[in-house]
């Protein structure tokens, strides 16, 4: 089993930044693709960014110029740098990242349990 643990959200004004972190545990043999989504009040989960492990990247439109996404393999973790911040920003952002705890199991996706990000003056 692998845990996800987000943090770094809170009250930011628009045009602000903040820095999320998901840093993964438990019984980990290797992490493949590293995502970010959202979740605003009332709408769907939507994609944000995510991160292969040779570091590719991909961003929705919404955010792509304004947001970064990148990972440490070493403290497996998986960070997300929101710049330009917008009230349209503002949901809960969850973890999800794709990952094998053994050599012999296959990939399973997990999700971590949120962190709030809200933008207001």
């Known amino acids: 089993q692998v845990q996800l643990v987000e943090s770094g959200g809170g009250l930011v004004q628009p045009g602000g930044s903040l820095r999320l972190s998901c840093a993964a545990s438990?019984?980990?043999?290797?992490?493949?693709?590293m995502r970010w989504y959202r979740q605003a009040p009332g709408k769907q989960r939507e994609f944000v960014a995510t991160?292969?492990?040779?570091?590719?990247?991909y961003y929705a439109d919404s955010v792509k110029g304004r947001f970064t996404i990148s990972r440490d393999n070493a403290k497996n973790t998986v960070y997300l740098q929101m710049n330009s911040l917008k009230p349209t920003d503002t949901a809960v952002y969850y973890c999800?990242?794709?990952?094998?705890?053994?050599?012999?199991?296959?990939?399973?996706?997990?999700w971590g349990q949120g962190t709030q990000v809200t933008v207001s003056s």
């Open positions: 438990g019984s980990i043999f290797s992490i493949y693709l």
């Open positions: 999800n990242v794709d990952a094998a705890s053994s050599e012999y199991a296959g990939r399973e996706n997990y």
């Open positions: 991160i292969a492990s040779n570091d590719n990247t």
